[in-house]
């Protein structure tokens, strides 16, 4: 069973560009989170979607969208880029939200901001 | 202000020997706990969770206990083997929703 695939690995953008990353979740998963993992912050929640719905979005700017497709693949946009939101952006998947389905991650898209 | 704490970012023991790593939290919200495994360059990988509801459990050579009234759990890994050798994970999840709210880490570092 293939794992979730996030596109691209890397990329290098420059500040004020905007930037669109992809996540295919596991087949059959529903639900798509979005995480950032910098070496100040840490792992933080950006967004969840279940059913093409955000049901929950965590502490960042509107500069930070993201949606969801009817096959469950899931995409995050960031405009505007700054130096800061140079990140490890990952993506996680499970059947249905809730904590009796853990989430399986990706490997994650590693954006550079030059 | 941070919700999941895990205070030793590393950990370095002896191949055979018990690894253990702690985390606290503060929100009596949490419900829900989990522990992951990092390796570089990789996601997060999945390795054993807890409910509120339970004091321990157990999957092979990863045992995960919750002391509730203290907001602390540990995971205890025996015997270690130096393929543990990754960045270990505390999250806690609440009834709201499906999000994750992670620690900081610990690195482990299995010595053959």
């Known amino acids: 069973k293939a794992g979730v695939t996030q596109t691209p690995r890397y990329l290098i953008k420059t500040r004020g560009q905007q930037v669109t990353l992809s996540c295919s979740p596991i087949?059959?998963?529903?639900?798509v989170s979005w995480y950032q993992q910098t070496p100040g912050q840490g792992l933080q929640f950006l967004f969840e979607?279940?059913?093409?719905?955000?049901?929950n979005k965590g502490n960042f700017p509107g500069r930070f969208s993201g949606r969801q497709f009817s096959n469950s693949r899931s995409e995050m946009n960031v405009s505007t880029l700054e130096l800061g939101d140079s990140a490890l952006y990952l993506c996680?998947?499970?059947?249905?939200?809730?904590?009796?389905?853990?989430?399986?991650f990706g490997d994650g898209t590693r954006l550079s901001i030059l | 202000d941070q919700q999941v704490k895990q205070n030793s970012p590393s950990l370095s023991v002896q191949e055979g020997r018990i690894s253990i790593l702690n985390c606290d939290y503060t929100?009596?919200?949490?419900?829900?706990f989990l522990w992951y495994k990092k390796y570089p360059a990789e996601g997060p990988t999945f390795l054993i969770s807890?409910?509120?509801?339970?004091d321990k459990n157990e999957d092979g050579r990863f045992t995960v206990f919750l002391n509730k009234s203290a907001k602390h759990l540990s995971l205890h890994i025996v015997p270690s083997q130096p393929g543990d050798s990754a960045v270990y994970f505390c999250?806690?999840?609440?009834?709201?929703?499906?999000?994750?709210?992670f620690g900081g880490g610990t690195r482990l570092m299995v010595k053959p």
């Open positions: 999250a806690a999840l609440n009834n709201a929703g499906n999000m994750l709210t």
């Open positions: 087949s059959g998963h529903r639900s």
């Open positions: 929100n009596s919200m949490f419900d829900y």
């Open positions: 979607y279940f059913s093409e719905t955000q049901r």
């Open positions: 807890i409910s509120s509801i339970k």
């Open positions: 996680a998947s499970s059947q249905y939200p809730g904590p009796n389905q853990p989430q399986h």
